[in-house]
């Protein structure tokens, strides 16, 4: 009986190292995904840098989850070709991961041109090396700045007030709207 749980403990020992030299090596293979998801795009961007990993993946997900407010958009569609956008962004932002793809979506159903978005995404500290949020008061991420005739009309920071359907109405249509931060 002592000979079989000798065994028997030999036999545990040798899968238990086994599998811990499994689990070492998995851990290992990560490691260089977590570091590629640590690196973070700054300057001027297009939508496509959001089709590759990383950023394909939050993008895709917020992208596909969000219900459009169909009726919403269809109030302000023919209005918003009046205007260009200068989204600010992190790809290191949790708000801009979750509002940038779903603004993009609104965006697309309208069939918005895409020349007539500039998106910029920024350091943590919210700049560029190019300096292009120098003078445009960028203090949270995402920021959605609308623009008529090469005036700023007003802008959603950080969050809608509503959601963003309904902040885009109200900023279109020249309702009073004041974003999360404007009153500081």
């Known amino acids: 009986m002592m000979k079989y749980?000798?065994?028997?403990?030999?036999?545990?020992?040798?899968?238990?190292?086994n599998l811990q030299k499994k689990k070492e090596t998995s851990q290992k293979t990560a490691i260089p995904q977590i570091e590629e998801v640590t690196n973070d795009l700054i300057g001027k961007i297009t939508r496509s840098n959001f089709e590759v990993l990383p950023y394909a993946a939050w993008f895709t997900q917020n992208y596909n989850n969000y219900n459009l407010d169909k009726q919403t958009i269809a109030s302000f569609e023919e209005v918003l070709s009046d205007y260009e956008i200068t989204i600010f962004m992190g790809t290191w932002c949790g708000d801009s991961k979750r509002e940038v793809p779903v603004f993009y979506k609104i965006l697309d159903e309208t069939e918005f041109d895409p020349k007539k978005i500039t998106l910029i995404a920024v350091s943590?500290?919210?700049?560029?090396?190019?300096?292009?949020?120098?003078?445009?008061?960028?203090?949270?991420?995402?920021?959605?700045?609308?623009?008529?005739?090469?005036?700023?009309?007003?802008?959603?920071?950080?969050?809608?007030?509503?959601?963003?359907?309904?902040?885009?109405?109200?900023?279109?249509?020249?309702?009073?709207?004041?974003?999360?931060?404007?009153?500081?």
């Not at 943590?124 to 700023?152: A, L, M, S």
């Open 124 to 184: 943590e500290y919210k700049d560029t090396p190019e300096g292009f949020e120098k003078g445009r008061n960028i203090t949270h991420v995402p920021t959605f700045i609308f623009e008529k005739n090469g005036v700023e009309s007003n802008r959603i920071v950080e969050s809608p007030i509503a959601t963003l359907e309904m902040d885009i109405y109200s900023i279109l249509t020249n309702k009073e709207y004041q974003h999360t931060y404007s009153k500081f």
């Open 5 to 17: 749980t000798w065994i028997l403990v030999s036999v545990i020992f040798l899968f238990g190292c």
